[in-house]
């Protein structure tokens, strides 16, 4: 770890801050109306958690637009990742997993079952609870929804040099990890 130098209030900033820093910069009035920003070395900047989020739902509207395109939405990609990777949840794990309501889960699976995505299946050690497989038909589709996310992240990698592709993963599970002390699941 690269050793500390000191912010204005005495906290330890190390040389991958300040990389983080250099590679998420932008100016306020590129994004955004003043009260946003804070003062960086004579102008303003966009407050990092205002930028995370703001970059958070650009990416995630980029794929709802690319996903539309063919007939499928960002909340079906996430439920049939998830119901590929962990065949046999049961629906409320599944709700858990994905990080919806039950009702709506069982909304979206109502309409997958429809679209012959998934087969509910009733638990031989419990017939209370449905477990969620997936069809050759998820799979084939998953497929192309992964192709869509990938252009997407090949975009992103496209605008960052390696270095700094790293240092912003880094940093960003960093603070991922500081708001969310949940470790990420793998994909």
């Known amino acids: 770890m690269a050793a500390p130098v000191c912010n204005t209030i005495g906290d330890p900033v190390y040389s991958y801050d300040i990389e983080l820093f250099d590679v998420i910069r932008f100016d306020l009035e590129r994004f955004g109306p003043i009260g946003l920003g804070c003062h960086d070395g004579g102008h303003m900047t966009m407050r990092l958690s205002h930028l995370v989020g703001r970059t958070a739902a650009a990416l995630r509207h980029q794929l709802e637009v690319r996903m539309a395109e063919h007939g499928a939405s960002f909340p079906e990609f996430l439920i049939l990742h998830v119901v590929v990777?962990?065949?046999?949840?049961?629906?409320?794990?599944?709700?858990?997993?994905?990080?919806?309501?039950?009702?709506?889960?069982?909304?979206?699976?109502?309409?997958?079952?429809?679209?012959?995505?998934?087969?509910?299946?009733?638990?031989?050690?419990?017939?209370?609870?449905?477990?969620?497989?997936?069809?050759?038909?998820?799979?084939?589709?998953?497929?192309?929804?992964?192709?869509?996310v990938e252009a997407l992240e090949q975009h992103l990698h496209d605008q960052l040099s390696e270095r700094e592709a790293k240092v912003l993963h880094r940093a960003l599970e960093r603070i991922a990890a500081s708001v969310d002390p949940t470790p990420p699941r793998p994909h």
């Open 85 to 148: 990777t962990q065949p046999g949840l049961s629906q409320r794990d599944l709700a858990d997993q994905v990080g919806v309501e039950r009702p709506t889960m069982s909304h979206h699976l109502d309409r997958l079952e429809t679209q012959g995505l998934v087969e509910r299946r009733r638990d031989p050690a419990d017939r209370r609870i449905l477990r969620i497989h997936p069809t050759a038909a998820a799979r084939r589709r998953l497929a192309k929804l992964d192709a869509i």
